[in-house]
């Protein structure tokens, strides 16, 4: 809970030009995985359709083995339709191959694209601040050094007294 607070913070103290930024890639993320479900979206259907045909047609097929109880029959056959299902799971990759070398050159290029628009933004962000570190340290130089030559003199005056302090428990011991 603790982390939300602070990262909520934090976000509140980014600069308009960072927000933006982050609005941007939390966008571009959105609209990624729009498109690549929407890309995937017709392969998996297709693939989940053509396994439960399988496993149908393997559902009938082991239907008068299990009423009658043959199992070497049935180990035979369940041997020879997995081996049918591990083929039909080898054609639909070797289907999908293209598409999702495709898809990886799509992402790929997403993901220039937006590296490419974000990247001036970051160096944007990061020179801004830059400016505005150095901008507090100027303007806080003057009364840090203010300060210390304050607190110099209380030490001087503090250090006194305790070795008066000091001196005076040691003569009474």
Known sequence: MAT???????QD?????????????NRETVR?????TAALKPYTDNMKVQIQQRVEQL??????????????????????????????????QTQL????????????QHLQDFQERVAPVTEKVHRQLIQRANQVQEMAAPYVEDLKVKLESYAQVLQARL???YKAYAKST
């Open 59 to 92: 559902k009938q097929e082991l239907a008068p083995y299990a009423e009658s109880l043959d199992t070497e029959a049935l180990r035979a056959t369940l041997e020879q339709k997995s081996e049918e299902l591990k083929q039909s799971v080898k054609d639909l």
């Open 13 to 25: 103290q980014l600069p308009p030009t960072a927000k933006d930024m982050i609005h941007k890639v």
């Open 97 to 108: 191959g293209p598409y999702t070398d495709d898809l990886k050159l799509k992402v790929d």
């Open 4 to 10: 939300f607070y602070f990262a909520s913070a934090v």
């Open 32 to 36: 990624a995985e729009r498109e690549l």
């Open 163 to 165: 070795t008066s302090l």
